[in-house]
């Protein structure tokens, strides 16, 4: 930043990192949101309630940063403004760190960190160091800056894999003295870190991460919100609903709650639908068809997005949503759960995810639209 002095009371700060200046050189490492380009919003991601109150204190701390930087240092303190979040694709964890950006009027730039990586002898190490020290001077010059590092894992991979060569193993280390260089410096940078492959990070890299978020597909219930916030938005939209799509996932919802809390009274613990088959066991009892909420267990809330536009263009060409063709599009997309789980079983075999598998044979099974 220069200071230009027009007389003896003015002086003119002119930056040298305005917006088109940092999209034009932080912006060949990714994508740069400013606040006001940020579509996301906080509440657009359901759930995760914890994780939001935590995130709030986070990026309250990162806007007052600044101010308290010298008396932190002072003090021989120094915060570290760091967050991993980690996960299935799709559940929410680059959306919900946009939305607090936009939220909290911070500017973010999303990292491809493919773009780091060089088969070029130690240009991997020059890039990571140049994007972390560009954006500490934007951070030092602007106020607070988040700098989000997509898929940290190709970057930030274990160095005892025997499959890593030299030059990842050293992209690390440089990664790890990036991170204690901006915390010794007290700089109101915020590093997130984003993985769907957690088990494959270096264990350094936790460490330097001070919060750890795990995203996980959303549960029965956080479905169901989804769900009627896509329907909420298609009667907005002027375009019918069939009442069966509500009438049908209500009361599913409530055949669940109701097996949830008799079976957690008969066992005497916590019932998830994700770590066996006891619960939908007991909903195909007393249920010959399988509903929405059955059909999208192992569904990220991207997923279920992609379902309802699917869903979306046949109700526009017919001016209604029905049951039939919402469920049959949702069903069409499939869940990441499946995927998910393909990938572990290739690289260790012991693996399975429980939820998956009870989806792929529900699937099985014929469906038949209720008749309202």
Not at 72 to 90: D, E, F, I, Q, R
Not at 117 to 135: E, F, H, M, Y
């Amino acid at each position: 930043m220069r200071k230009i002095s027009h007389s003896n009371e003015e002086v003119e700060e002119i930056k040298t990192y305005t917006n088109e200046v940092i999209k034009n050189r932080i912006g060949k490492y990714g994508a740069v949101y400013f606040p006001l380009e940020i579509q996301d919003n906080i509440d657009d991601i359901l759930g995760n309630e914890v994780k939001k109150e935590i995130l709030h204190d986070f990026f309250k701390a990162l806007k007052k940063y600044k101010e308290f930087a010298e008396q932190l240092k002072g003090a021989k303190l120094n915060p570290s403004l760091t967050v991993l979040l980690y996960g299935p694709p799709g559940t929410g964890k680059t959306s919900l760190t946009r939305g607090f950006a936009k939220y909290y009027e911070i500017p973010i730039c999303v990292v491809e960190t493919d773009r780091l990586v060089s088969p070029l002898l130690g240009d991997t190490i020059k890039q990571i160091r140049n994007v972390v020290d560009l954006a500490a001077e934007i951070a030092k010059e602007r106020g607070a800056f988040i700098l989000f590092f997509d898929e940290i894992d190709s970057i930030g991979s274990e160095r005892s894999n025997i499959h890593e060569v030299g030059e990842i193993k050293r992209a690390v280390i440089s990664f790890l003295q990036a991170i204690d260089r901006i915390n010794y410096q007290g700089v109101p940078l915020a590093i997130f870190g984003a993985t769907n492959h957690q088990n494959q990070l270096d264990s350094a890299i936790w460490r330097r991460f001070t919060f750890h978020f795990s995203f996980d597909f959303p549960d029965f219930h956080i479905r169901k919100q989804i769900i009627e916030s896509f329907l909420n938005k298609v009667e907005n939209a002027k375009i019918g609903v069939d009442k069966s799509i509500l009438v049908n996932l209500n009361d599913e919802y409530e055949r669940l709650k109701a097996i949830t809390i008799s079976l957690e009274s008969k066992l005497g613990h916590t019932i998830t639908e994700f770590n066996d088959n006891i619960l939908w066991n007991e909903l195909n009892k007393k249920s010959k068809a399988m509903g929405l909420l059955e059909l999208t267990i192992g569904y990220s809330g991207s997923d279920i997005e992609r379902g309802t536009k699917v869903s979306l263009l046949k109700a526009i060409d017919s001016e209604r949503l029905t049951y039939e063709h919402f469920y049959n599009s949702l069903k069409l997309v499939g869940g990441t759960a499946i995927h998910v789980e393909r990938q572990d079983v290739l690289s260790n075999p012991s693996k399975s995810y429980t939820g998956s598998k009870r989806t792929e044979n529900n699937n099985k099974r014929l469906f038949s639209p209720p008749e309202i």
